[in-house]
């Protein structure tokens, strides 16, 4: 069998095709004319070797993004790994929103940065970012691309449901920050939570579902707005005034997301689409007299 029969048997002609360019030019630097012109054929031997491993993983359902160890995103290529998420065109929109509502220099709070794209991406743009996690893992991976492209980023591990679970019992400390003090704000707080049910799993493809981690994808049934509420009350504690939230959501929740935030005060929320038309993005305001001490 050829190489790109190995994924014609399990994606299909169509996306074996794409699989197969993509490779060829993000690991060996051939574009899709090089392909249709044959110069894929001439690789050296050492490159063939490799290109055979790579495609089996990719056709034993690996992501391709994490045998190649890398993504692009925002015009400029991250690590990625297995603890963290892989980085989709749809994030790139909201670095776009941020640009557009929060002018250059301002500081950002990116919750849940995974990567670091979005943190790096903003640093690297003229933002001041401050990035959380609650995964060392992830750290790790965001730390080691803010080094590789010459970011300066700060990352804090954190986990952003701690202050909620406080503020249920009542203790003293609740929704401080573990570092910087209590006084501290930012000019917008953005996020790309974990926001899949886990009913949703079983439409979930293999690639997705068996090699990304759960703990950047998935949350109750029961509670599928629990990040969008832990993060909203957060802001109202840690925004300055007047001060902005950008939030990737599930397509099935952002009418709910934009009814939460207009309930704890937030104005101007608006709801945005994609770049394939589907809700997908909530933004809000803090209004000037609804942050919290």
């Not at 063939?48 to 790579?54: G, R, S, T, V």
């Not at 802001?235 to 939230?245: D, E, F, S, T």
């Not at 038309?277 to 909530?282: A, D, M, T």
């Amino acid at each position: 069998m050829n190489l790109l029969g190995l994924l014609r048997q399990r994606y299909g002609a169509g996306e074996a095709r794409a699989l197969y360019e993509y490779v060829m030019r993000r690991r060996f630097g051939l574009s899709r004319t090089d392909v249709i012109l044959g110069k894929d054929t001439t690789l050296s031997a050492n490159d063939k070797a490799e290109l055979q491993i790579i495609l089996e993983r990719v056709a034993n359902g690996e992501p391709v993004q994490y045998v190649l160890g890398s993504e692009e995103f925002c015009g400029r290529v991250f690590g990625v790994a297995p603890g963290v998420l892989v980085p989709r065109p749809e994030t790139e929109v909201l670095v776009g929103l941020v640009r557009e509502g929060v002018a250059c220099g301002c500081s950002v709070l990116d919750v849940g940065t995974g990567s670091g794209c979005i943190a790096v991406t903003l640093a690297l743009e003229g933002y001041r970012v401050t990035a959380l996690d609650v995964s060392d893992e992830a750290l790790g991976v965001a730390a080691r691309n803010a080094a590789a492209l010459g970011a300066e980023v700060e990352l804090v591990r954190h986990d952003i449901l701690l202050p909620c679970v406080r503020e249920a019992g009542g203790g003293a400390g609740a929704g401080c920050l573990p570092w910087g003090g209590a006084g501290r704000r930012f000019d917008a707080v953005v996020s790309n939570p974990p926001y899949v049910c886990r009913s949703e799993a079983a439409a979930m493809e293999d690639n997705v579902l068996l090699y990304e981690p759960h703990l950047a994808l998935f949350v109750p049934d029961d509670d599928p707005l629990l990040f969008y509420r832990a993060i909203a009350g957060f802001g109202l504690r840690h925004l300055a005034p007047g001060g902005r939230v950008f939030f990737e959501a599930n397509v099935r929740f952002c009418a709910q997301v934009g009814e939460l935030l207009r309930s704890r005060g937030y104005e101007d929320v608006r709801v945005r689409l994609d770049q394939f038309g589907r809700e997908r993005f909530v933004t809000g305001r803090l209004g000037r007299g609804c942050g919290g001490g």
